[in-house]
């Protein structure tokens, strides 16, 4: 079989509602006992984020659906692209608004487009990766000629106050003196924010405009020795074993257990995320793809917090990839951490800015804290 390149041809965004401040998201997302506000919101540097809710009513403006299939009609409105002619939708989220049907079927719904192939990824940030790699894949093989791939959160709704449970006391005093605790259910209500973001592949670059081929996409799990970190849907016990929600007697009592809270371990991600998706991962992928820091001319990571800004530059380092900081693009201060979405609207605010150059080289970072996955992609304006 035939694989030809594959071009992103045009990068969208959507972001709903106005932006929202730091003084104005207990007004969105309710008001609750907080000893950590302050403390998380100086550590991870966001000023501010969108939220799919109407702050005067409470009420969710938008499904995760809808603003992934608002994303993907931004790439009509502002490119020129039919969403009638998609032959190929792939379509990410870290949790759908519903258990069933797929997340993809309720995107495509949505659009109310002709009958087409759609893809679900699962996972968490990377499922992002998952779905570019599919719909990147359906294109490079030439069973289509054209796909659409899009990530989309609406973190929003697990973040309300009556969804974030109670801080651990003992975590929230440790808390000045160790920032990186700061991820539990209360504390992740301050990072987490909604987004879609949705990109158009072809098979040849546009004449007149950016375009950006996908020169390869790497994805690795370390689920085979790490323990969960970051869930939803269950609760770990004491040895370590996750008990999801459908093993409880009720979901009542599923519910009374805190099931349905997101949390993460926060010791756990601060002592290992970047040991095991970069000190670890990223020498086997400069090897196989025989890259170099130097011929790096943009690095796009995406991570939930400013605090993680700075041990990434030193692990990278340390695995003799050291990037200059002049050469990193994220927009994490103005939009928040969006989950999967966040490296499709990182992406596309610089395909947008007019200051990618012909030959440039992007290489993009999508760390996964679930179960610790990572995935890397590398890209060329052409």
Not at 358 to 380: A, Q
Request: hydrophobic fraction near 40%.
């Amino acid at each position: 079989m035939t694989v030809a390149d594959v071009y992103i041809t045009a990068a969208s965004g959507f972001l709903p509602n106005a932006p929202v401040t730091n003084d104005g998201i207990e007004a969105v997302l309710g008001t609750g006992p907080s000893r950590t506000r302050e403390i998380v919101l100086r550590n991870n540097g966001i000023v501010t984020r969108h939220y799919a809710i109407d702050p005067e009513t409470g009420v969710t403006t938008h499904t995760c659906a809808e603003m992934a299939a608002e994303a993907v009609r931004i790439l009509g409105r502002e490119h020129g692209f039919s969403p009638e002619k998609i032959k190929l939708l792939a379509c990410a989220t870290t949790a759908a608004d519903q258990l069933m049907p797929g997340h993809g079927s309720m995107v495509h719904g949505e659009l109310a487009t002709p009958a087409c192939e759609i893809m679900s990824a699962s996972g968490i940030c990377l499922s992002s990766m998952a779905a570019l790699k599919y719909a990147m894949n359906g294109v490079a093989t030439g069973e289509h000629k054209n796909a659409v791939a899009c990530g989309a959160e609406q973190s929003s709704s697990f973040m309300r106050a009556g969804f974030c449970g109670n801080t651990d006391k003992n975590c929230a005093d440790d808390l000045e003196k160790h920032p990186g605790l700061a991820f539990e259910a209360e504390f992740l209500r301050w990072m987490l924010s909604d987004g879609a973001g949705a990109f158009l592949l072809e098979p040849r670059p546009r004449p007149g405009a950016v375009s950006l081929r996908i020169d390869w996409i790497e994805m690795v799990s370390h689920a085979g020795n790490m323990p969960v970190c970051m869930y939803a849907g269950g609760r770990l016990s004491e040895n370590g074993q996750l008990k999801g929600w459908r093993e409880y007697g009720s979901p009542r009592e599923a519910a009374d257990n805190g099931a349905f809270f997101v949390r993460q371990n926060a010791k756990l991600l601060n002592q290992e995320v970047l040991n095991v998706l970069v000190d670890q991962t990223l020498p086997d992928i400069v090897r196989k793809r025989g890259i170099t820091p130097e011929g790096i001319d943009w690095f796009l990571p995406h991570y939930s917090s400013q605090y993680f800004r700075r041990p990434l530059g030193e692990h990278l380092a340390t695995a003799n990839f050291a990037i200059p900081e002049e050469k990193w693009f994220t927009n994490l201060v103005s939009r928040g951490n969006t989950g999967s979405a966040a490296i499709y609207l990182i992406i596309d605010e610089l395909f947008n800015s007019g200051r990618l150059k012909k030959d440039d080289r992007l290489l993009c970072f999508i760390p996964e804290s679930g179960r610790f996955s990572v995935g890397y992609l590398h890209l060329t304006v052409a």
